[in-house]
């Protein structure tokens, strides 16, 4: 199996950017399609973007779109989320995620990191 560890979460202004990273072991990342999910406080778990095995094929929510860019280093075994001109309704635990199931998941998920913490001040 894989293990998946994120990097990158941190306080930022509203309109600022940060770019999260989760690190693959165990398991060569190309095997699986990728994800990434957030949730808030006080709500569910919602999936972010999502990423096919070879990258070619990707996924936002609408919310995101135009602003967040998901991304692969196969050869690296890390998946990237690259958040831009982000919102305080941003905030949130965002977690990588991996699945079997492809080339694309919108929903099942078979292993998932520990989260990293997204703050953005308004």
């Known amino acids: 199996q894989v293990q998946l560890v994120e990097s990158g979460g941190g306080l930022v202004q509203a309109g600022g950017s940060l770019r999260l990273s989760c690190a693959a072991s165990g398991r060569t990342l190309s095997s699986y399609a990728m994800g990434w999910f957030r949730q808030a406080p006080g709500k569910e778990r919602e999936i972010v973007a999502a990423i096919s095995w070879g990258g070619g094929r990707t996924y936002y929510t609408d919310s995101v779109k135009g602003r967040f860019t998901i991304s692969r280093d196969n050869a690296k075994n890390t998946l990237y989320l690259q958040m831009n001109s982000l919102k305080p309704e941003d905030t949130a635990v965002y977690y990588c995620?991996?699945?079997?199931?492809?080339?694309?998941?919108?929903?099942?998920?078979?292993?998932w990191g520990q989260g990293s913490r997204v703050t953005v001040s308004s």
């Open positions: 995620a991996a699945s079997v199931r492809g080339p694309l998941s919108l929903d099942v998920y078979d292993y």
